[in-house]
């Protein structure tokens, strides 16, 4: 059964920086990708992550965000930096993309519960 739990959301802000996290059990490859999604928005994908380390990042987050893995603890991050308002979201942690790389919500099978970020201006 494989559990993604993510931790390191809270408010800060713009400018400043937070580290998301997310813990995964019973899933050791590394395609996964983070993703956001703000009231009234859809989902979007935010940086993903392929087992050889090649990453890919949404235009927005190019630059301010880094994604990377630490194999040993089977653990994801998403480094944010220079947080903007615009930031702000429910962000998720996702697993087992049918295409590496992916940044589309429906191609990966599965889901954490999600840790909010709030930036204020």
């Known amino acids: 059964q494989v559990q993604l739990v993510e931790s390191g959301g809270g408010s800060v802000q713009a400018g400043g920086s937070l580290r998301l996290s997310c813990a995964a059990s019973?899933?050791?490859?590394?395609?996964m990708g983070w993703f956001r999604q703000a009231p009234g928005n859809e989902r979007e994908g935010v940086a993903a992550?392929?087992?050889?380390?090649?990453?890919n990042y949404a235009d927005s987050v190019r630059g301010r965000f880094t994604i990377s893995r630490d194999t040993a603890k089977n653990t994801l991050y998403l480094q944010m930096n220079n947080l903007k308002p615009e930031d702000t979201a429910m962000y998720y942690c996702?697993?087992?993309?049918?295409?590496?790389?992916?940044?589309?919500?429906?191609?990966?099978?599965?889901w954490g519960q999600g840790t909010q970020v709030t930036v204020s201006s």
């Open positions: 996702a697993a087992a993309p049918i295409r590496l790389w992916s940044l589309r919500e429906r191609d990966y099978i599965y």
């Open positions: 019973g899933y050791t490859s590394g395609n």
């Open positions: 992550i392929a087992t050889n380390g090649a990453t």
